[in-house]
């Protein structure tokens, strides 16, 4: 009886596709639950929270066309969205100095309290959701996806 021959190694590209799989799947499981938490508890959305979060980064202000490139969504979507943070009083819109046709979006100070506090709830419901994770283990992925963001800087050859 003949031996078996050994299975050639399955090439790294199986393994990186596995990771890509098991990222995907941790992701948008979170982000299922982010949405379901915002809207259950806050009665809010994650597009909502996206906004109020950009422009809590900017207090300023940002262009409603910066706001879109920023956050990857259409004009159109983040227009929407920062009427309604507007009429809740939660945002305004400032002309630009110099440009009449443009306008600022930023938060009022209500908004920016408000979103002090989602943004809590929020980082909480994070650590819950990724609470199995030591701190050195989410210091170890967080290295490992700066690694993979940026492929110029590894050495492996695989």
Do not use: C
């Amino acid at each position: 009886m003949r031996p078996h021959p050994t299975p050639p190694p399955e090439p790294a590209s199986k393994e990186r596709l596995r990771l890509w799989l098991k990222l995907l799947k941790l992701s948008g499981g979170i982000e299922a639950e982010l949405r379901r938490r915002l809207r259950d508890a806050r009665d809010t959305t994650l597009p909502r929270f996206d906004v109020m979060a950009a422009l809590a980064r900017h207090p300023d202000g940002l262009k409603m066309s910066d706001l879109s490139g920023y956050l990857r969504v259409s004009n159109g979507n983040v227009t929407g969205i920062v009427d309604r943070l507007t009429q809740d009083g939660l945002a305004l819109r400032v002309a630009v100095p110099g440009d009449k046709r443009a306008l600022l979006a930023r938060l009022t100070p209500k908004g920016q309290a408000a979103f002090a506090a989602l943004a809590a709830e929020h980082e909480a419901w994070i650590d819950d959701l990724l609470g199995g994770l030591s701190v050195a283990d989410a210091a170890h992925m967080s290295a490992l996806l700066d690694k993979a963001l940026d492929p110029g800087a590894s050495n492996d050859p695989a």
